[in-house]
């Protein structure tokens, strides 16, 4: 009389080992190669991450209607890092992956005026409408960011820095977790925080 319910319990046992593991297995893990992809710039180039091989590579999820976005933005930081990057030979590549009619969404040319009123400097500005790419790499928040060395093996995923308010005031305080991470990818050392959580509004898919 207890058989078929024992047999039905095991069967979801099992249902949730494997549930688990597929979860596990989807997970984005430092040390393990970033996820690859191919996707349009705001000019209509098609970028693939493995054009950039033997490159450090940053990517960058962005809203430019998010305070907390705005933050890095109005005060220079963003900008800033992105010329440092420029500088030492690292690619940055801002993704921004806000649906069409959710907050943040632009096309081609709405991104460009973007990076020039913002007096941006990314090497180029991936278009993510359909949330492809921000799904890989399990981007939450806007800013995500993302350190990828020359051999293609993501190094770096989190936060921006180390105090998650939209206050300017907060920057000059907070450890530079990107900063710190980018330049020790590039100058080919360890990483002191790989893993580090993100702050800022959600990503629109």
Known sequence: MRTAPRKAFVLLIL??????????ADELQVGQPAPAFSVSDSQGKTRRLEDFRGKTVVLEW?????????????????????T???????????????APGKQGYVDGAGADELSR??????????????????RLYHAKTTP???VIDGSGEL???G???????????DIQTAEP?????????????????????????????
């Open 15 to 24: 249902l949730g080992t494997l549930t688990g593991a597929v979860a596990a």
């Open 62 to 82: 962005t809203n430019a209607d998010c305070p907390y976005t705005r933050k890095h933005y109005t005060s220079g930081n963003m900008q800033s890092l992105q």
């Open 155 to 157: 190094r770096y995923m």
């Open 159 to 169: 936060g921006i820095d180390s105090i998650a308010t939209a206050d300017v005031a």
């Open 144 to 146: 995500h960011l993302f």
């Open 177 to 205: 977790y990107l900063k710190e991470a980018m330049l020790a990818v590039a100058d080919n050392k360890p990483v002191a925080h790989p893993v580090t959580r993100p702050y800022g509004c959600s990503v629109k898919y």
């Open 84 to 98: 440092l990057a420029r500088d030492r030979g690292v690619v940055w590549l801002t993704v921004i992956s806000s």
């Open 117 to 134: 009123s913002r007096h941006a400097v990314p090497a180029a500005v991936l278009l993510d409408p359909s949330g492809t790419v921000g």
